[in-house]
């Protein structure tokens, strides 16, 4: 419960009223009796909840109604049709039990946290990058706001491309550290005989190639915090190093015998099992229970599926803010993509903007452009019908352009068929309907490429040098059936 805010406690029932603040006291409520002068007088932003009893020359409903940001809690059966206005949470009777007075000012604070216009504009603004309005993310919103006011060491787990480091910057910028640096090392990119002048520093000649002195990233984030990512890939010897740090808040530069005090706060990460790693005997389970103070579980992209349009609004935002394309997703697109299992996560995710902002520059997406692994839902792929005049156009183009020389001279059985148009480049002497000639000419084509590639359309198009979608335009003009 709250201790620095505080609970107030209406009821002209005097007796009654003492009675409750007594009872929220020894709880450790900060509890007082007030009026409702002092409600109509105050702001009551830091009031936690308002206990309403007994009231005369004052109505209970106008008195709740005016304070909407305010959670009430009535006393007394009496005011029971009170329960239906929003920001009454529940009833009180005599005696004043543990339990559901816990209960009810427990109800109070979510009221409170979850008011709208505190969750979604006030904090939105203080977090940085870190996109979502899932309820998933908002608990790892509220937890970054809850430990970053703290020195305890934090552990982030969760899938690779979560957000493990957004979140890490996000306790730094939260935290009363954050005019001091933030600075990330990776455990598992540094090899493991580097990792200790890499995190403690060196003195000048403490191991050959050691040309100067030099700080270590603990050095470089006093006052500040430090990000050890990876940290499931930390070798056991430097295990046991950081341990000793941890304890007793000094450390040494290599090489060196002089302590420095470590004013750092240890934010660690990691996408593995660190519990099967401690009885696998890879990770020291004394450390574990030094790093894990306060966990974040990060979660993965697909428990969170509703943030997928939302996260990818912002990735393009990014990208375009550097010079990116833009690009629009349509909502059966979006609706695939949030079927996807995404693996990689919001890294993944990136990715894919990315490529599709390349790919569709100033387009809009359907589920038929997006790569094949992200195409979850089947829709009726449109395809274009054309004027007659066009498609006419067309076939001349593609007859007169490429088609025929070609045709000749690579495949001498190509016009081997029943049809006049074996001799395409004779102009009989009576003349011919060319419009009907060039149709059966382009159905006799279609046909071969189409029986030639065992009716698979896709083949035939190649073979013909058109898109398959022409070539489906083509056949349904012709009514030929594959
Ligand atoms: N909630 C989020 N909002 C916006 N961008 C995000 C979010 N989560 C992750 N990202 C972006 O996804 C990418 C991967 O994030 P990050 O590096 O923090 O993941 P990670 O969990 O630390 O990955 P790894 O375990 O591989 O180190 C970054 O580009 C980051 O900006």
Redesign the pocket.
Known sequence: MSLTNSTWVIDENENRANKLVASLCFIGEHAKVATATDVQESALHHVETVFLGALTGHDHETLIKSQPETPFILIGETLRPLLSLANVIGILAEPFAYAPTTELLRDCQEYKRHLPNLTNSKNEKRFD????ATSE?EHIRFLIQQVAKTNANVLIL?E???????VARNIHLLSNRNSGPFIPVNCGAIPGDLLESELFGHEKGAFTGAISTRKGRFEMAQGGTLFL??IGDMPSQMQVKLLRVLQERVYERVGGGKPIKADVRIIA?T?RNLETMIEEDAFREDLYYRLNVFPIE?PSLRERKNDVPL?LQ?LIKRNVAVGGANVKFTERALDSLKEHGWPGN??EL?NLVERMQIMFPEKVVDVSDLPKKYQHIDVEEYIPEYPEEILERQALNDIFSEGFGEFEENDSDAFDTPLDTSQPAVLPAEGIELKSYLAELEVCLIEQALERNENVVARAAEVLGVRRTTLVEKMKKYNLNN
């Open positions: 990058g870190l996109i979502g993310i969760g690779s491309g979560t957000g493990k480091e957004v990512d990876e990460a996408h990060n996260l912002e919001v890294r990136s």
